[in-house]
């Protein structure tokens, strides 16, 4: 486990309080030299140190604690990364001390590098070499409801305690749960449900008639899906009202996020219906976060299991904190969310060496990897494809493409000993580590034969004699 260190959080709490390092140490118990050294991030914090920093400043320990200065960090290097920067020679040390020391002044950074990339012109270039109009800018709707789940860690206990009021004021069964959530939409909110024909859908897998009241689903879609859009619909009839509430917590730039956002919690409130909190949790422990037993018993998809490991926050009777990426076969990510620890790139591709790209190698096979970051934190990772790369057109019959996609699921390496898919490994043995990194270009590593482009962290050299591991690698 890593080592804890606060400095720069510890120090903006003693400035906000007015205290001298003297004061402040004789708070804490402890001398104002290893104060000093706690501040600069020269010692860990113990956890006699956190215990008085809650009993003399009433502070969130588990926001204190929160790696929310790491983060920052990377999302600077990961902007500083951008071409624009490349004069600037902005060092790693540099960044660490203005988090440290201004993190309000890093975060308006990152703020106006996405507003940059917002106003691009449509011939600019992005750090990847794209053309600026394929790449979607930062602060797109969707990136806003992904920033205020995050920030959430993905938990929202009112859609939570409505699942469960349903469960219990309706008698579900999770045997019935199709027809038993067909009888609510009936019988509370008078709509009635319609398996339709692909070709009368015309291309739509869902359609609410608010006129007829009725809720027509596609004939396409499997049992898993049409059960989680007919959840999806009570949580629109039944509970707009907190949908509504939450939405406008998050302060969104438009009402395009808004919507979204609305959209993303209503399929929160179907996943905790299909999957609901108390008997989800204790089979995943009792399975030990086996996903082809759970996804069987409750009758869901992969994708759906994995997603709602993610969502097991509760206080008291939290699950192992997993980071979800999903991802297409050009790279890029259409969902992210890290509750492990680990930093998923924002700015362009992740890195190629993650097993959730090898696993489109092998289509439906669960692929296992033990991954290290360049700071050293490892992590234990799953992945697996989903979906099918062909199917029959729902109009003319004829075989088309269908996009296949990667989800992966991970959590730090100390909790791997709860995972059944960890059964074997030796976590613990640096040798099947595989190094990855956030993205090519702010990754450090000097032995990756899979960089495509050059890194921050080293000054570019070509010498037309000699071939390293990669043209932007030394050898």
Known sequence: MKAMRIGG??????????LTQAQMARELGISASYLTLLESNQRP???????????????????????TDQRLSLELMEAFSDPIFEGAEVKTTDVQELVSLLPAVGRAMIDLYEAYRRHLPADATTSAGEDASETPPVSIPSEEVTEFIQKRLNHFPELEEAAEALWREDGLS?????????????????????IRPADA??????????????????????PSSRLF?????????????????????????????????????????????????????????ATRYDIDILRNRFGVSFEQVCHRLTTLRRPGDEGVPFHFIRVDIAGNISKRFSASGIHIARFGAACPRWNVYDAFSTPGMLRVQISRMPDGGSFFCVARTTGR??????????????????????????????????????????????????????????????RAMPSLFQKLHIDENVRGPSTYVQA
């Open 9 to 18: 959080k510890l120090r903006r709490l003693r400035q906000e309080r007015h």
């Open 389 to 450: 790369a062909t199917a029959l057109s729902p109009t003319s019959g004829l075989p088309h493409r269908v996009g296949q996609r990667a989800i992966g699921l991970g959590c730090d390496v100390r909790h791997a000993g709860e995972i059944v898919y960890a059964d074997g490994l030796s976590v613990a043995d640096p040798q099947i580590a595989t190094p990855i990194g956030v993205s090519c270009r702010t990754c450090p590593r000097t032995d990756c034969a899979e």
């Open 174 to 194: 999770i045997h019935t749960l199709q027809q038993d959530l067909m009888t609510v939409l009936r019988q509370r909110h008078g709509t009635e449900v319609e």
């Open 201 to 222: 859908m015309k291309g739509r897998s869902r359609r609410y008639d608010q006129l007829a009241r009725r809720l027509q689903i596609s004939e396409m879609l499997p």
């Open 229 to 285: 859009q007919i959840a999806h619909q009570i949580a629109y009839l039944g509970h707009h009202p907190a949908l509504d509430r939450i939405a406008a917590s998050g302060n969104f730039s438009s009402s395009d996020a808004e919507a979204l956002m609305r959209t993303a919690l209503a399929n929160y409130f179907a996943s905790a219906v299909m999957m609901p909190y108390r008997m989800f949790t204790e089979a995943a422990r």
């Open 45 to 67: 914090v113990t956890v006699r140190v956190l215990l008085k920093l809650v009993e003399r400043f009433q502070v969130d320990l588990q926001a204190f604690a929160a790696d």
